[in-house]
Each structure stands twice: as structure tokens, then as C-alpha cells.
């Protein structure tokens, strides 16, 4: 069965420090990636997504993610971070079943 | 901007009550989904249907039951609801390339 694992359940920051925040999946075939987030009181929002193509994705407000096939991974990053990025990222991964398989989330607390 | 509505935003209702939560979107999109989100936790998949007429259980066990008449509307009934079914419940939509679009939820309370 197809799995997302993301190992940072609370990340807490200062302003301007780097942000990554680890995913890893389970499934050898071809999948469509992406990572979510959902901001206090709002409704889940596509940040970014991986069809094809470049592994290396940008998506809204300077976020990027690196899909490496040999590590099953898609890690979400940002090289400075601001107070409004606090919010719950999720990755998730599109496989075979044609479902997304949504991983635990991460809490991202930012501090001015 | 993805356009995906659900109502209520938020209910309180007592045990043994019979519940619809509303989902509509006006993408035309075929796919859409519920799933079921805790506080801090994963979403998980409870229902989900391909097109009108077709329903479908998910991953996550739940007692409650959809229809799907109209491309654009996919209901979630709760029959007799109890205070497990406390909640946040999240519909989505998708277009054929998996990516999804949510609504902004019903949270559910159950007393």
C-alpha cells in the first residue's frame, strides 16, 4: 500500500531562517506530487506540485521542492522564512490507485 | 481560485440527530471527495466518486453515505449522528490530473 511519511510533526523558527521539511514516500511506480498547506482557519491550498520534467518545483510565495526518485523523496523548502508561513503543510502523493495519500502533516511555527 | 463551497461551516448538534453536510463546485469537475481531518492529524479518505451515479467507500471507515446526482453537488449524510462523528469534514474536487481543490470545511460537533 501506497504511504507518505513526513517526519517533522513541529517545526518551530525564527523570521529569515531556512525552512525544510522532509517527505518520503512508498510506491516505485510513477507518481504526481505535491504539498499542500493550510493556514489557520483556511482551507487547504496547492503550494506546489510535480507531474514531470524538472525535479526541482517552484510554487507560491517562494517555496520550492526537490523530487529525488532514488530517495523517494519530495522535500518542501524555503530559504527564509516570514510570520506568515505559520500553518500546517501536507505533502501528498498521487500513485497508481489515482487517490492522494496525504502524509501527517507538519506544523510550522514562525516567530518575528 | 478554486470554486468549491460547503455548508454549514460549523454545527453543533445532539446525538441521534440526521445530518447533510453540502459540497458543490462549479469546475465541472468530475472527481470529488470527502475525507475526515482531526486536529493535527492526516486527512482521511471516507468517500469519494468518479461521476454522477458513482459512489465509492474510501480508505477510512465511516458511517456515513453520499450521493452523487449532479456533477457538480456530492452531499454526505450522517443518519443518526454520535459523538465519534465529531470532526472536521473536508470536500474536494479534482481534475484529471489528481490535483485537488477543497472546500473550507465543516466542522462537525456532536453532544
Known amino acids: 500500500a501506497q504511504s507518505v511519511s513526513q517526519h517533522n510533526h513541529h517545526v518551530i523558527l525564527s523570521e529569515a531562517a531556512s525552512l525544510e521539511l522532509g517527505c518520503n514516500y512508498s510506491?516505485?511506480?510513477?507518481?504526481?506530487l505535491f504539498w499542500y498547506v493550510q493556514y489557520p482557519g483556511q482551507h487547504l491550498q496547492l503550494l506546489l506540485k510535480?507531474?514531470?520534467?524538472?525535479?526541482l518545483v517552484k510554487g507560491i510565495k517562494g517555496f520550492e521542492a526537490e523530487f529525488i526518485k532514488s530517495k523517494f523523496s519530495f522535500n518542501l523548502r524555503k530559504p527564509s522564512v516570514q510570520w506568515s508561513d505559520t500553518a500546517e503543510y501536507f505533502c501528498a502523493v498521487n500513485g497508481g490507485s489515482g487517490q492522494l495519500i496525504f502524509g501527517t502533516g507538519t506544523r510550522l511555527q514562525v516567530f518575528p | 481560485e478554486a470554486d468549491i463551497y460547503q455548508t454549514p461551516r460549523y454545527l453543533v448538534i445532539g446525538t441521534g440527530k440526521k445530518i447533510t453536510l453540502e459540497c458543490s463546485q462549479t469546475?465541472?469537475?468530475?472527481?470529488m471527495y470527502w475525507y475526515q481531518q482531526d486536529p493535527g492529524m492526516e486527512l482521511h479518505l471516507i468517500h469519494y466518486s468518479y461521476g454522477v451515479n458513482s459512489t465509492e467507500k474510501g480508505d477510512l471507515s465511516s458511517e456515513s453515505t453520499v450521493s452523487r446526482i449532479r456533477t457538480e453537488h456530492f452531499p454526505l449524510t450522517l443518519e443518526s449522528a454520535r459523538p465519534s462523528h465529531t470532526s472536521q469534514y473536508l470536500c474536494?474536487?479534482?481534475?484529471?490530473?489528481?490535483?485537488?481543490?477543497f472546500g473550507p470545511g465543516t466542522r462537525l460537533t456532536v453532544t
Open positions: 474536494a474536487s479534482s481534475e484529471f490530473t489528481g490535483e485537488q481543490y
Open positions: 510535480y507531474f514531470s520534467g524538472d525535479p
Open positions: 469546475m465541472g469537475h468530475d472527481k
Open positions: 510506491y516505485g511506480g510513477t507518481v504526481n
